[in-house]
């Protein structure tokens, strides 16, 4: 019994976005009891699009294919600065369409084997910051490359061509940024043998085509060319019949904050006081709200909890995509990084968020200076 409060308590504590979803959800239905309405509130075709996606990219990721192609853009790189850009734009450009989290699952790793295999093992601590900025920076350009993204651009009813207008100007900001960024370190000679990978059987090639025709499923949808639903169905059938631990690997507690945020929006757009006061605070502000709020509850659950009190869309795609800047749990997936330095340079945790909060801080007033240039 104590083992088993250990463990919940445990996981209470690893999910902590997850339970504050739950309570949250709970303490709203005291306000307003369940009723047929509280299906209405929840957006199954995100929740659907979102496990698909998650679920092709852990097939992928179990494969290696992303290592594998970052090995293969370092194999005649001799030059330290090249090899940062490499380690920088790696998750940058890949969380674009893997997503953030999987970019930083990835490539943190990776980056750090490179370094210690350069001999640069002490550029770690640096490297990380910025590989972490370049992921969430990356992901801000498309739909699938954030669970946020994903929600608001189903809620929008923009096309996807006016998305990547809105986004496309400060990611391009945002490669200049870390693209500079480089040159604060001095360049010179590196002798690097990279990571040898082995070849891939008949059977894991049939696995990669397999869930590469799954991926191509996966933008057609994001596309809303197909329905969630049927690429849902079959995702989970192509992966039960291939590899069922796969599925092993999506991250459920996600999906669950996504309907624990879905339920107490829901619920608090019911409440007439609450939705005066919250689109009040909003009008005029809803960048600034989207930032700010980020910064407490992470750009995910800011994203769901506004977007039930405005419709002004740009500036909140813009605001929580920015607000993934800041803390170290303005986005969740930063704490990957975190967990990947405490664990194998634990004695590096305080200098690491002291980087990571001057960088994050840094680059998004940049991006603020550069936002309030182009609408005035």
């Not at 590196?190 to 008949?202: A, N």
């Not at 991926?215 to 169905?233: E, I, R, W």
Request: net charge positive.
């Amino acid at each position: 019994m104590a083992h088993s409060i250990s463990s919940f308590l445990k996981f209470l504590k690893s999910e902590i976005v997850l339970t504050v979803a739950v309570l949250l959800a709970a303490v709203s239905s005291l306000i307003v009891p369940p009723d047929q309405a509280y299906w209405d509130y929840i957006d199954w075709d995100t929740l659907l699009l979102l496990f698909s996606l998650m679920a092709v990219m852990a097939g992928l990721q179990k494969l290696g294919v992303f290592s594998r192609i970052g090995n293969g853009l370092l194999r005649n790189i001799r030059g330290k600065r090249a090899l940062l850009w490499t380690l920088i734009f790696l998750p940058f450009v890949f969380s674009m369409l893997i997503t953030n989290d999987v970019g930083l699952i990835t490539f943190v790793p990776f980056g750090l084997i490179v370094l210690r295999l350069a001999g640069q093992e002490s550029l770690a601590v640096p490297v990380v910051v910025l590989q972490t900025v370049a992921a969430n920076l990356g992901s801000m350009l498309t739909p699938m490359g954030n669970p946020q993204n994903l929600y608001l651009y189903a809620q929008c009813g923009m096309s996807l061509p006016d998305f990547l207008r809105l986004t496309l100007p400060y990611t391009i900001v945002s490669a200049a940024v870390l693209f500079a960024a480089v040159f604060l370190f001095k360049n010179g000679k590196i002798t690097y043998s990279p990571v040898s990978d082995s070849s891939m059987s008949s059977s894991e090639k049939r696995q990669l085509m397999l869930y590469a025709l799954l991926f191509l499923l996966c933008l057609l949808s994001v596309a809303k060319v197909l329905p969630p639903l049927p690429l849902a169905l079959a995702v989970a059938l192509v992966i039960l019949l291939l590899d069922r631990s796969i599925l092993l690997r999506v991250d459920y507690a996600l999906l669950g904050t996504f309907i624990g945020f879905f339920v107490f929006i829901g619920n608090m757009g019911r409440i007439e006081a609450f939705r005066s006061l919250l689109s009040s605070v909003l009008e005029g502000h809803e960048q600034l709200v989207a930032i700010l709020a980020s910064q407490v509850i992470s750009n995910v659950p800011a994203a769901l909890l506004l977007s039930g009190f405005t419709e002004n869309w740009e500036a909140l795609i813009i605001g929580t995509n920015l607000g993934g800047l800041g803390t170290l749990i303005a986005s969740m997936a930063s704490l990957i990084s975190y967990k990947q330095i405490g664990r194998l340079y634990p004695q590096q945790r305080g200098r690491y968020l002291f980087l990571f909060t001057v960088v994050n801080i840094a680059v998004l007033m940049i991006l603020l200076l550069f936002g309030f240039f182009i609408s005035s």
